[in-house]
């Protein structure tokens, strides 16, 4: 183990910042928990970004969805907006899906619970720790539906000493952001710590129709723990947290597709991208475009003020650890988490209401881990048992409930009842076999059980889609690796990893019974090397990756058309290719830069065809959605010190996408052009650190780009706008 402690020692190094500024870099030693066991992140053998507490805090990220700016090959897009359901893409794998009854292939976590929900993972981010991305399948020591990677957020836990912080931060369309920390010991065994934050601002849309605002927002998310000491070593840590998310929900930007001066014409893609062209089906025209109006804030909805998106979630976990011997923990987590949503959206933009819907998801999950963690003087394992529990109950119906009654009623209702119960067994091990070699080898049994119910006592499509089902499906998932170590603060390593994402059922606007049947499972293999290394003293650390995977089976949503509705398919299998670069450089004491590149190459192997627009297009060939074949990112922070009156910060970040596509039939209207995204902020920290006062810009260019696009009919569809620029301010106390 003698190479493993140089290795932390080297790495050590990167926080030297011996001027002022050292308690403001970004550039820090960060411990993570990828192999559920603390490490030094450059002595894991997997290829994992991850950001410290503090480091969020000094790179400006408020919200979940931040971290895919500076992660290579990590994207997202959002369906409803940014608040609901954002589907994360990790190396071209994401939820191409928007139905409420699925899970995503990149698994959220929050303090080692799975949120089996894709509504929960648009978290706010606040008093966390560190957040970790693992790219890639994990598919034995975490493992729940997880083929394309996973995020996990650790929150901080309560201190011996007492310590609190306060922020206020205004900006742009009436923002303000509000946060609080406390935490402290409450006797000598016991600590409790309180989390809060509360975001509002009044929407950065306008809805062209009367001129109100829409997209405004009023978020508060909470989190509370106690940690007891019980007996000598033991710690019991109880958690209740929530949030609550009440907002307008996001406005498209509809698009016709026709020429306006020669309606029997499609317009080019670039000129429907741009608001130009024109539908027969609702009467869009390029009007609005001419004057000015069309932009990512200014869209059309029939809802004067826009349509209600709602989202409160609430948990509670109990987390136990106790030492059995001076090398063997038993660790226990159980947890209970609930969501309540409710998303209405007007598809058409219009002031006649047609095409606008809701939906209402009632979900409680419940999930149990026991684990023991062990080691010996040349090998490190882990084994254990996981239980997983979800219960969800979805509606939907068109149109909205405020105007069921100018129809008479709703004319479109499907109620769905989901179960889902999965247990599974894991295990691995580590050995150092020789002094600069260590062995990996791991594995998974899973077992999933799903059933299914939809009625649909009302609906437009004749006859209605009614009927029930269930799905049994297993799996054996694992892990062969390979560790060297050649010098102090090198690591190369190799593996061969599998994973696993059941099946299920589609739960919104199935359109034929046959779309009840359930989908089987997607399945990955990934071959992947890669190399991490530290030098000069640990001032420069370069991570490198490069890798290989298979997925058979992929499960996708194909929305076909408005008559037709959408359908949950296995799409066909899919082959990726990909290289990532990670870059920290202490380039002086007073300048230091982070950098990521990502390449990735995506290809469809399928002989399904899907109709869009009237225009028929294979899969065969296709890239996936979102899987942009070059992507970089970048962080510049710079120093001045100002002596007894504290420090200057100067800070740059910038994200590049290369041309990708935002649907799975790469379809013209769902291709996207490269864009970049550049953020600026210049902040003073006091000389003791208690005081922090920051001025920042977003989206630097005001660049205009969309998160998602869809065809809804064979001259018209919508995209969702992406934020224009931002700025603002934000005060900060550290109470000492």
């Not at 294979?618 to 942009?628: D, I, Q, R, V």
């Amino acid at each position: 183990m003698h190479h493993r402690k140089l290795l932390c020692l080297a790495i050590s190094a990167t926080v030297l910042a011996t001027g002022a500024h050292a308690q403001q870099s970004i550039i820090e030693e960060v411990t993570v928990t990828a192999q559920k066991r603390e490490q030094n992140m450059q002595d894991v053998s997997v290829a994992v970004s991850a950001f410290s507490g503090d480091a969020i805090d000094r790179m400006g990220f408020e919200e979940g969805l931040d971290i895919t700016q500076q992660v290579p090959n990590m994207s997202f897009f959002a369906i409803f907006g940014e608040a609901s359901s954002p589907s994360i893409s990790l190396r071209g794998v994401s939820l191409v899906n928007f139905s409420d009854s699925w899970e995503s292939p990149v698994s959220i976590y929050v303090d080692d619970v799975y949120r089996g929900n894709p509504a929960g993972s648009a978290i706010q981010l606040f008093d966390l720790e560190r957040v970790e991305v693992l790219r890639g399948p994990q598919g034995t020591i975490y493992g729940r539906n997880t083929t394309g990677g996973l995020v996990h957020y650790v929150s901080r836990k309560p201190t011996e000493t007492f310590e609190g912080r306060v922020s206020a931060s205004f900006g742009s369309y009436g923002e303000q952001i509000y946060q609080g920390v406390l935490s402290g010991p409450l006797s000598d065994s016991v600590r409790g710590r309180l989390a809060l934050k509360r975001s509002l601002d009044d929407g950065w849309q306008t809805n062209v129709l009367d001129r109100q605002k829409l997209n405004d927002t009023d978020h508060l998310g909470y989190r509370g723990q106690l940690e007891f000491d019980i007996g000598q070593d033991s710690t019991l840590l109880l958690s209740a947290h929530g949030s609550q998310a009440d907002q307008a929900t996001v406005g498209f930007a509809h698009m016709g597709y026709l020429d306006p001066d020669d309606l029997s014409r499609t317009c080019s893609v670039s000129r429907i991208q741009s608001g130009q062209c024109s539908s027969n089906t609702f009467g869009f025209t390029g009007d609005d475009a001419v004057e000015g109006k069309y932009g990512p804030e200014h869209v059309a909805s029939s809802a004067s003020g826009g349509l209600a998106t709602e989202i409160d979630t609430f948990g509670l976990s109990a987390r136990f650890e106790v030492p059995l011997s001076d090398n063997v923990v038993l660790t226990s987590i159980t947890a209970y988490e609930a969501l309540e949503k409710f998303l209405q959206d007007d598809g058409d933009g219009t002031e006649v209401i047609w095409f606008d819907e809701q939906y209402s998801v009632d979900a409680a999950q419940y999930t149990q881990e026991i684990r023991l963690n062990g080691s010996t003087l040349d090998s490190n394992w882990v084994a254990g048992l996981y239980y997983y529990d979800d219960s969800r109950d979805l509606i939907t119906q068109a149109p909205t409930t405020a105007d069921a009654e100018a129809f008479g009623g709703f004319f479109h209702e499907e109620f769905v009842d989901l179960e889902t119960q999965s247990w599974a067994v894991f295990g691995q091990y580590e050995w150092d076999f020789a002094p600069q070699l260590t062995g990996i080898v791991g594995a998974r049994y899973t077992r999933e059980d799903r059933d299914f119910e939809q009625r649909s006592p009302v609906s437009f499509y004749s006859p209605p889609v009614e009927g029930a089902g269930d799905l049994s499906e297993n799996a054996l998932t694992g892990r062969i690796g390979l560790d060297w170590r050649p010098m102090p603060g090198t690591l190369v390593y190799g593996n061969i990893s599998t994973g696993f994402k059941s099946g299920g059922f589609s739960g919104s606007y199935n359109a034929s019974q046959a779309a009840l049947a359930p989908v089987t499972s997607e399945d990955v293999i990934n071959y992947e090397l890669g190399v991490k290394t530290a030098w000069a003293d640990g001032r420069y650390r370069l991570n490198a990756s490069a890798y290989r995977y298979d997925i058979e089976d992929f499960q996708a949503q194909v929305f076909q058309t408005v008559e037709t509705g959408s359908i949950i398919t296995n799409a066909g299998d899919v082959r990726g290719i990909g290289v990532e670069l990670e870059l920290t450089a202490q380039l002086s004491d007073n300048f230091e830069l982070i950098g990521g590149l990502g390449v990735l190459d995506t290809e469809f192997s399928s002989d399904q065809v899907f109709d869009v627009a009237g225009d028929f297009y294979t899969l065969e060939g296709n890239e996936l959605p979102s899987a942009p074949g070059v992507n970089a990112n970048m962080v510049a922070r710079y120093y001045v010190g100002l002596g007894e009156y504290g420090e200057l910060a100067f800070q740059a970040d910038y994200t590049w996408q290369d041309d990708h596509y935002l649907q799975i039939e790469n379809d013209p209207y769902s291709y996207h052009d490269s864009y970049g995204l550049g953020n600026a902020k210049v902040s003073w920290h006091s000389i003791t650190g208690a005081y922090t006062i920051e001025a920042f810009v977003n989206n630097l260019t005001d660049e205009q780009y969309f998160t998602y696009q869809n065809t809804l009919g064979e001259d018209w569809g919508y995209g969702v706008w992406g934020k224009p620029r931002t700025y603002g301010a934000k005060f900060t106390w550290n109470l000492q």
